[in-house]
Every structure is written in structure tokens, then in C-alpha cells.
Antibody, heavy 122, light 108 residues
Framework: EVQLVESGGGLVEPGRSLRLSCAGS????????MHWVRQAPGKGLEWVSG????????AYADSVEGRFTISRDNARNSLYLQMDNLRTEDTALYYC???????????????WGQGTLVTVSS | SSELTQDPAVSVALGQTVRITCQGD??????ANWYQQKPGQAPVLVIFGKNDRPSGIPDRFSGSNSGNTASLTITGAQAEDEADYYCNSRDSYNHRLVFGGGTKLTVL
């Protein structure tokens, strides 16, 4: 069974940093692209960042480019999101999601974690 | 960057058919995927590609595409289909993904 478990969320002051992790199991982690998607309270889904299986393709939403860094450690079956210079508008539930087809970056997101909550507030 | 537009809310009578639409320039070249999200739960993929369903998704869910518009159709809506529905696709110009704003479906 595919499982994605996010961790690392919490309450942080504006301007500070936080690192999110996502542990994958039940599948061959290094075969699949992974993405971060967030959802502000009461709002819709917003794609944040994605990374292909070998880290050769990485992309960010305009809203986080230059502040967030996505990475992965295939040996540890883990995905990360380093979030620097956090803003109040980054407050959201952060999901990691796995694509459905091996090798491709653009496959649909067929498995999602339960999310980790990030609250940016003074 | 590309945008996907959805109606904020749609309602359907129990057992009737409802169509949820998603519009955007990127849909002229790429298929939309559709996700269902119920309160307090993570999104679930219900339709992807031309009109494919992951295993376990009822066949009352179907998808279609025409020009810059993708549609999710629920034929014979059930009470358990009440949820938020999001379309997503890829941006035409870079390696980004994009989500529509979501449609809240109410089953009356």
C-alpha cells in the first residue's frame, strides 16, 4: 500500500524558516516525480513545487520561487521542502503527492499524504 | 502562467446528472485531471487523461474535453459525491502545474 507521511509543520514567525519532510513507502520511490501542493484554510488547492525522479527537473510556483527549495533523497525514500523567509500568506496545509506514472513529471497525482499544517504568525 | 477557471458552486438533485467544467488555455494542448476532496480529507484523483478512472472510482464519473474546456460528469449523483472538485493540468510554458479554483458540489 502506498503511503505518504508529511512532517515538520508548525507555528513559525514571519521571516523564519521551516523544513517539511515527506516519507514515502509501498512503492519504488526513485521511480516517481513528486510534488508539494498546499491549501490555505478554507481555500482551494495551490501547486507549490515539483521534482522529477532524478532531480533533473524542478519547478516552483511564482508565489514561492526564490524562497522555497524542493529536494529529495531517494536512498531515504524522502521528499523535502525547505521554506525560507516565510510569510503569513504561506499559512496552509502542505500535502506531498506522488505522480501516477513512473518517469514522467506531469502524470496525475494519484496518491496524497494527509498533510502537515504550517502556520506563519507573529 | 496559465490559469484554470471553475464555477465556484454547482448543485444537483439526487440521482440526476451534473457537469462540472474547467476552462483554460492550457487545456487546448493538455488533458485535465480531476480530484475530489471531502471535508477534512486529502484530495482523491477521480479522472485523469482523456477519460480514465483510477481503480475504485465508480463508473458514474467520466471526463471529456473540447477546445479549452474540460468537463467532469457525474451520471446519477449520489449523496456521497457531495464534495469539492478540482481540475488540474500543466502550464503550457514551463514545468509548473496549475489547479482550478475548485467547485463545491451540493447534492440535493
Amino acid at each position: 500500500e502506498v503511503q505518504l507521511v508529511e512532517s515538520g509543520g508548525g507555528l513559525v514567525e514571519p521571516g523564519r524558516s521551516l523544513r517539511l519532510s515527506c516519507a514515502g513507502s509501498g512503492f519504488t520511490f526513485d521511480d516517481y516525480a513528486m510534488h508539494w501542493v498546499r491549501q490555505a484554510p478554507g481555500k482551494g488547492l495551490e501547486w507549490v513545487s515539483g521534482i522529477i525522479w532524478n532531480s533533473g527537473t524542478i519547478a516552483y510556483a511564482d508565489s514561492v520561487e526564490g524562497r522555497f527549495t524542493i529536494s529529495r533523497d531517494n536512498a531515504r525514500n524522502s521528499l523535502y521542502l525547505q521554506m525560507d523567509n516565510l510569510r503569513t500568506e504561506d499559512t496552509a496545509l502542505y500535502y506531498c503527492a506522488k505522480v501516477g506514472g513512473s518517469g514522467s513529471y506531469y502524470e496525475p497525482l494519484n496518491h496524497w499524504g494527509q498533510g502537515t499544517l504550517v502556520t506563519v504568525s507573529s | 502562467s496559465s490559469e484554470l477557471t471553475q464555477d465556484p458552486a454547482v448543485s444537483v438533485a439526487l440521482g440526476q446528472t451534473v457537469r462540472i467544467t474547467c476552462q483554460g488555455d492550457s487545456l487546448r494542448g493538455y488533458y485535465a485531471n480531476w480530484y475530489q476532496q471531502k471535508p477534512g480529507q486529502a484530495p482523491v484523483l477521480v479522472i485523469f487523461g482523456k477519460n480514465d478512472r483510477p481503480s475504485g472510482i465508480p463508473d458514474r464519473f467520466s471526463g471529456s474535453n473540447s477546445g479549452n474546456t474540460a468537463s467532469l460528469t457525474i451520471t446519477g449523483a449520489q449523496a456521497e459525491d457531495e464534495a469539492d472538485y478540482y481540475c488540474n493540468s500543466r502550464d503550457s510554458y514551463n514545468h509548473r502545474l496549475v489547479f482550478g479554483g475548485g467547485t463545491k458540489l451540493t447534492v440535493l
